[in-house]
């Protein structure tokens, strides 16, 4: 099997969690977003996606 090489992901934070339900600041926080216009990468899986979903009224994302 050939090793799929792996996706990332850019992804920035542009809505401070304040003010939001507190899952949704733990899940930036998860993400390893700490301020805003601050840019992380992450790869691209499900559970990525999944976290995107849950907090895309805050974040931006580019592939």
Do not use: C
């Not at 792996?6 to 003010?19: C, D, E, F, Y």
């Not at 939001?20 to 216009?37: D, E, H, P, S, Y």
């Amino acid at each position: 099997m050939a090793e799929q090489a792996t996706k990332k992901l850019k992804i920035t934070l542009v809505r401070s969690p304040i003010g939001f339900n507190r899952t949704q600041a733990a899940t930036v926080q998860g993400m390893g977003l700490r301020k805003i216009r601050h840019t992380v990468e992450l790869p691209d899986t499900p559970e990525t996606r999944g976290m995107i979903h849950k907090v895309r009224h805050l974040v931006e994302v580019v592939e």
